[in-house]
């Protein structure tokens, strides 16, 4: 901690400053590892471009499949693809970027990743962990942060944030996307089969819904922007049960961050193993 | 019966120092017991600001080893025995004396905030509304104005934008004048361009220290902040609008609250 | 010598002092008036005591049962005060509470709700239709900062914050304003009015067990009484039935009738619901008398009658006392308060949140699983400055009105719950009218009398003054303890000889209490100017309570059982004498007028059936 000069109050100036003795730093300490840790590891399995196919399983961060490069090992196959392989040109792009792996952008992860992350980035929650945690406006309750007087919060740059229900609309595509895997991982070559895979994509998709239907712009959507909620006569309506149930997730918004950020990860390692043949899959029908 | 020690902040704006004291303390106190122990027996003229000493007026609000809380809802026995208890004036407002700020910075910001205006009531002149509808904005009301939020807000607290902001308390008053189902006020605007919504960066200390547990951020402030996206962010919603011809100021002065 | 003209003086049309329900709706109704209005608090605003007061105001809007109207309000309130009301200010107060509970509403105030949309009510003790407007059991929070929202944003309306009415002025007879001082700085104000209306709550502090905070040290009624006000009914104090007992350091803080009201029950260390035993004979035709009809009552049963745990408080209070007396109390000296086996856990939080808070936060208890330990805490004054029932003008000084708790009147030797806040309302407005009506014959601002203003200056800066001198909180202690082992729930003409004793003493020593120099926001200094206060309002109230000698609503004398019926012809009125002692006198009592004395003696099946 820098110095703390006692002023009026006794209270310090300066980063750092404040009268706390808890340990307040673990709180933004472990929320800047942990989200650290994922976006590294994001970025690598991102651009791998490959091993993010195990029949029938498909990595997360890997949905929707909008371009394949059948000859990277561990991809999915052609007719998997939405508009098939990869266009010559963008192949030849990778080259150009020394340093990276081999398949840093044409990799499909490229194309799709940007829309979870982009929820994410703009996520109330999520803003203040790293506002917290990464830009220390504050650190921790009554600590001071840095940027002292130049802090502009959300007014300039970051208005940005304010689209955080666009960011919502894809995530709600995403939603039924994977859902729709977590169906399709139950078949394997057109036969029904369970597999440890298949639960892994499944919890996936329940832990990235939790997550998404807990939104706090899709709350206000819902419901929360109208002030009768209630049918006339004070009886339920639509509008007051998915608020309801909206505000029961939202109250654990951050739990379901975490928890749902933690298993994309861990559902794209898993199949990537399997994938690269470390550990073999349970399942019915092998 | 046992001794602990405080460690009190004593002075006035032209400087201070902290004094420690030694305190026999019982069962069940609470800091601000201790301080008024204090006062009767060591330091007569210790200032402290307090009133019903029951969690429900909101005047003894004070920093407790760095945190802002109401002294007289914080037990002594919930810090380590042996841990030296230091008790300080809010920072974010002026101090004037010993453990008394001048909060009425917070007085004049309620002031700006237009006023309830209901629409007119039904036929048999009541005015009705239902408990689903008022749940929301009941939370709000529970708010006893200590301005703990407002203290530990580091917009107010270290960037000392009170040109800028108005605070939770006030955004949280808000967003209860916005969400009354009766209320034909439009403050969406001014909430915006004089209150300073986008300054809050929702970093959630204000709920962290709300005594009244009152759930600050996602059912006030962010609520409040789609409700200017509604109206000033949201490019589809403005040309929906544009197209229907739609005024939301007008159709709530007009009493066509949805 | 003090330079009067050097000290800052400012002038209104009328002044109110104390800015809790009371006071802020008179601001209002003054405002309204175009009358150029100052308030003065002790401290910020929003922060009186009224915030409190939890359960509800009662008022006979029928929302909740149809058969609810002013009459049975009426008639409880009298019953509940023993018939020592003011007639007329239980008419006025019992017909206009709806109207005022429904301003609040379109002011902002968001009650709970019926499931028509209305305003939800509530039972509590003594009212026999569910009739306390609520917001959880936070209402009187509500109230505050819907007339404190509502009025700052009125026209020529000031507030003086942390600023401490010292002494009221007088031009001749009438009222001229006052001497305050601000407790920021220190410095004296003068503020010149036209009328004053007091608002400033009752006088608990001066006992050691109490509900009231520090603020409730009878400031108001020592500055009427000292400017020649008649005080009346002081010797009533009600002592509310459940207030915390453990841990000691929040003895005395008050746990909602909401709480019994919701269905909680009161249980002796035998696990005997005991109330059942104490039922008074006027008020059994309408309590149940077994638990399972009490049971039938909670669960909706209109043919039911009510549990007796919601008799009035002064029943209650002294039931419990004698309990513990007995040996059956609870280990901490108090009763066992039961909601945790009526109600769900959920409906308790909901219901009585900040009960369910407090006793989490200060006693570590959970209400939905243990019951609650609860004993008696003074809690409210029913007597105070003498008044005009329409008006509120104080008997005797022209210029100088009351409302609220500071007034006395409408809650005769007894108190129901839930009557005050709606009293706050009532009679707030009729203050603010009153002082209106006053102020329309006052054509110039009454002159400044400079001696009295250095006088009480000269008394209030001794304190800081002197070489040296007694620490005013040990003096306070001192009368608290008097108070409360002498001037209690049960009283006799010994104990209240020596309490006067002992308050003739305890005068000496305030007179020479030292505060520290500084005279910035110096607690101590408050200390020492309150004594005075607390010590006439202790005085005060030993007094009226000596004389009465009977026992009837709060006031019980172990040396006069019962109630008499020569008492209850008489309010007994206290007034300062030139000489500078109390005087205390018997004033006959009005005929009541025939129509309202049919209601409130009829039958409640009679008045049900519409037969009166």
């Given at each position: 901690?820098?110095?703390?000069l ?5 209270h ?5 400053a ?5 340990n307040?730093?673990?709180g933004p300490?472990l929320?800047f590892l942990?989200?650290s840790?994922?976006i590294?590891?994001a ?6 471009g490959a ?10 961060m890997?949905a929707?499949l909008l ?13 998997h ?25 044409s990799?499909?992860a490229?194309?799709?990743l940007?829309f979870?992350?982009t ?17 220390l406006?504050p ?5 001071e942060?840095?940027r002292?007087?130049k ?6 740059l970051?208005?940005?944030q ?6 919502l609309y894809f ?11 977590a ?14 895979g ?9 832990l ?9 712009s899709?709350?206000?959507?819902i ?12 009886k339920?309506?639509t ?5 309801l ?5 939202n109250?654990r918004?951050?739990l379901?961050a975490?928890?749902?950020?933690f ?6 390692f ?17 | ?5 405080f ?18 303390v019982?069962?069940g ?10 006062q009767a027996e ?11 000493k ?13 945190k ?6 914080t037990?002594?026995s ?9 008790v ?8 004037i004396?010993d ?11 309620n002031?700006?905030?237009?006023p309830?205006?209901p629409?007119?009531p039904?036929?048999?002149?009541k005015l009705?509304m239902?408990q689903e ?10 708010c ?5 939020c407002?203290?530990v807000?580091h917009?107010?607290r270290?960037?000392e ?8 308390r006030f955004?949280?008053?808000i967003a209860?004048?916005e ?10 605007p001014?909430?915006?361009?004089e ?12 709920t ?21 996206v509604?109206r ?8 929906t609008r544009k197209i229907r ?5 007008r159709?709530?002065?007009e009493?066509?609250?949805? | 010598m003090v330079d ?8 209104h049309?009328?002044?109110?002092i104390?800015?809790?329900?009371a ?11 175009g009358?150029?209005?100052?308030v003065l608090?002790k401290s910020?605003?929003?922060k009186?005591?009224?915030v409190?007061?939890e ?5 006979a809007m ?8 002013w ?5 409880d309130?009298?019953?509940?005060g023993k018939f020592?009301?003011q007639?007329r ?16 509403e ?8 019926t ?6 009510q509530?039972?509590?003790g003594g ?12 209402t009187g929070?509500?109230?505050i ?5 509502h009025a700052?944003?009125?026209g ?10 010292l002494r009221?002025?007088k ?6 304003g006052?001497?305050?001082v ?7 104000l ?21 509900s009231?905070?520090?603020?409730y ?7 009427a009484?000292d400017?020649?006000a008649?005080l ?8 509310h039935?459940?207030?915390?007992v ?7 803080t ?12 009161l ?7 005991f109330m059942f035993r104490?039922i008074?004979?006027r008020?059994a035709?309408?309590?149940a ?12 049963d209109?043919?039911a009658?009510r549990?007796?745990?919601l ?32 109600r769900?856990?959920?409906?308790i939080k909901?219901?009585?949140p ?7 936060e200060?006693a ?7 019951p609650?330990?609860v004993?008696?805490?003074?809690h409210?004054f029913?007597g105070?400055?003498?008044v005009?029932p329409?008006t ?9 009105f009351a ?6 009147g409408?809650h ?15 009679f ?5 009218l009153g ?5 329309k014959?006052?054509s ?6 400079e ?5 009480a200056?000269?008394?209030a800066?001794?304190?800081?003054n002197?070489e040296?001198?007694?620490?005013p909180?040990?003096i ?16 006799n003409?010994?104990e209240?000889?020596?309490a006067?004793?002992?308050?003739a003493?305890l005068?000496k ?10 005279s ?15 010590l006439?309002t ?16 709060a006031?019980?004398?172990?040396d006069?059982?019962g109630?008499r019926?020569?008492?209850?012809k ?5 007034r300062?004498l ?5 005087e ?6 009005d005929?009541?007028p025939?129509?309202?004395?049919k209601i409130a003696?009829?039958t409640?099946e009679?008045?049900?059936a519409?037969?009166?």
């Open positions: 901690m820098s110095d703390q006692v002023q009026i109050g006794g310090g100036r300066g980063f750092g404040t009268t706390r003795s808890d307040w730093w673990i300490t929320t942990g989200l840790a994922f590294v590891y970025s690598w399995a991102g651009m791998q091993y993010y196919w195990a029949d029938p399983y498909l990595s997360p890997y929707p371009f394949v490069d059948p000859t990277a090992p561990g991809s999915a196959p052609v007719d693809a939405w508009f098939g392989t990869f266009p010559a040109w963008w192949s030849k792009l990778d080259g150009l970027l020394p340093g990276l792996p081999k398949r840093a952008l990799t499909p490229a194309l799709i940007i979870p992350a929820f994410r980035l703009t996520c109330y929650y999520y803003r203040k962990a790293y506002y917290r945690s990464f830009a406006t650190p921790a309750c009554a600590v942060g840095v002292r007087g802090y502009r919060g959300e007014t300039h970051l208005l940005f304010n689209l955080h229900r666009f960011a995530a709600l595509v995403f939603i039924v996307i994977l859902a729709y895997d169906v399709v991982s139950f078949f394997k070559d057109g036969q029904f089969g369970v597999g440890v298949s639960i892994v994509q499944t919890v996936n998709a329940i990235l819904a939790g997550y998404t239907f807990g939104c706090h899709f709350r206000h959507l419901g929360g922007r109208k002030n009768w909620m209630t049918c006339d006569g004070g339920a309506s509008h007051h049960r998915l608020w149930g909206c505000t029961r997730l109250g918004h951050m379901w975490w928890m749902s950020l298993w994309v990860g861990f559902t794209d898993y199949i990537r193993m399997v994938s690269m043949g470390v550990i073999t899959d349970l399942n019915t029908w092998d | 019966m046992s001794k602990r020690t460690r009190v902040w004593r002075g006035d704006a032209e400087g201070g120092r902290f004094v420690e004291y030694n305190v026999e019982g069962p106190m609470v800091i601000l017991d201790a301080l008024h122990r204090i060591q330091s007569p003229d210790l200032a402290v600001r307090w009133n019903c029951a969690g429900k007026c909101g005047s003894c609000s004070m920093e407790v080893n760095g802002p809380r109401l002294s007289c809802m037990r002594i919930d810090y380590e025995p042996e841990q030296i208890i230091t300080q004036p809010l920072k974010t407002f002026p101090i004396r453990l008394v700020t001048d909060v009425s910075w917070n007085f004049e910001q002031k700006r905030i237009p309830f205006r629409k007119a039904g036929p048999d002149g009705r239902w509808d008022v749940d929301r904005i009941q939370e709000f009301r529970k006893i104005e200590c301005f703990l407002q203290d807000c917009v107010l270290d960037h934008k009170k040109q800028n902001f108005v605070g939770p955004i949280m008053r209860s004048l969400m009354h189902p009766l209320d034909t006020v439009d403050r969406i001014q909430t915006l361009r209150f300073g919504s986008g300054w809050c960066n929702i970093t959630r200390c204000c962290e220290v709300c005594p009244e547990h009152i759930n600050i951020t996602d059912n006030a402030i962010i609520p409040t902040k789609e409700r200017v509604d000033f962010y949201d490019p589809v919603a403005m040309l011809g739609e005024d939301p100021a159709a709530r002065e009493g066509k609250v949805p | 009067v003209r050097e000290i800052k003086t400012v002038e049309d009328v002044l109110i104390g800015a809790g329900g006071g802020l709706r008179a601001a209002i109704e003054c405002s309204n008036a009358l150029d209005t100052a608090t910020l605003l929003g009186a005591h009224t409190m007061a359960g509800g105001m009662a008022a029928g929302n909740v049962d149809p058969r609810d109207n009459k049975v309000h009426f008639r309130t009298m019953r509940g020592l009301n007639w200010m239980a008419e006025l107060h019992a017909k206009q509470a709806p109207d005022r509970v429904r301003e609040l379109e002011w902002g105030a968001v009650f709970d709700r499931p028509d949309g209305l305003i939800n509530r039972n509590f009212h026999r239709f569910p009739r306390l407007a609520h917001v959880g059991d936070r929070l509500e109230l900062r819907t007339l404190q929202d700052v944003h009125k020529r309306l000031q507030v003086y914050m942390e600023c401490k009415a009221l002025l031009d001749g007879d009438r009222m001229a006052c001497v305050a601000w407790r920021e700085t220190g410095r004296f003068i503020v010149r009015a036209k009328a004053v209306i007091m608002a400033t709550g009752g006088g608990g502090r001066a006992w050691r067990v109490t009231n905070s520090w603020e040290s009878g400031d108001g009624l020592t500055m009484y400017a020649g008649e009346m009914d002081v010797e009533f104090t009600q002592f039935p459940t207030g915390m453990w841990p000691p350091s929040v003895r005395g008050l746990v909602t009738e909401g709480v019994r009201g919701e269905g909680g029950i249980k002796n260390n035998k696990g005997e619901r104490y008074p004979e008020f035709p309408e309590t008398d077994t638990e399972e009809e009490a049971a039938r009552w909670l669960a909706g209109k043919n009658r549990p007796p745990e008799l009035t408080r002064d029943v209650v209070a002294r039931a419990i006392k004698a309990e513990v007396e007995a040996g059956r109390g609870s280990p901490h000296g108090g009763a066992f308060l039961d909601i945790a086996s009526q769900t856990a959920e409906d909901r219901k009585l900040s009960m369910y808070h407090q006793f989490k200060l570590e208890l959970d209400i939905t699983k243990e609650m330990e004993g008696p805490t003074l409210y029913m105070g400055i003498r005009d329409d509120q003008a104080s008997t005797t000084v022209p210029g100088l409302c609220g708790e500071a007034a006395a409408l005769g030797a007894n108190r129901l719950g839930g009557n005050s806040l709606s009293d706050l309302i009532v707030g407005r009729l203050a603010g002082a209106a009506d006053y102020i014959g006052v110039e601002l009454p002159a400044l009398d001696d009295q203003v250095r006088d200056i000269r008394w800066t001794s304190f800081l002197r040296s001198g007694e620490n909180y040990v306070h202690e001192d009368l608290q303890e008097l108070m409360q082992t002498k001037v209690g729930i049960i009283r003409a010994t209240l000889s020596q006067l004793e002992g308050i003493e005068r020593r305030a007179e020479n209490a030292k505060a520290h120099a500084a910035q926001y110096n607690p101590g200094w408050h200390e020492a100017m309150d004594l005075h206060s607390l006439t202790a005085e005060a109230v030993a007094r009226a309570a000596l004389t009465r000698e009977e026992s009837r609503g006031h019980t004398r172990e006069f059982e109630e019926e020569e008492w209850g008489v309010n007994i009125v206290l300062k030139d000489d500078g002692s109390m205390v006198r018997k004033l006959e009592r005929e009541p025939e129509e309202l004395a003696f009829a409640i009679d008045l049900e519409g037969r009166v």
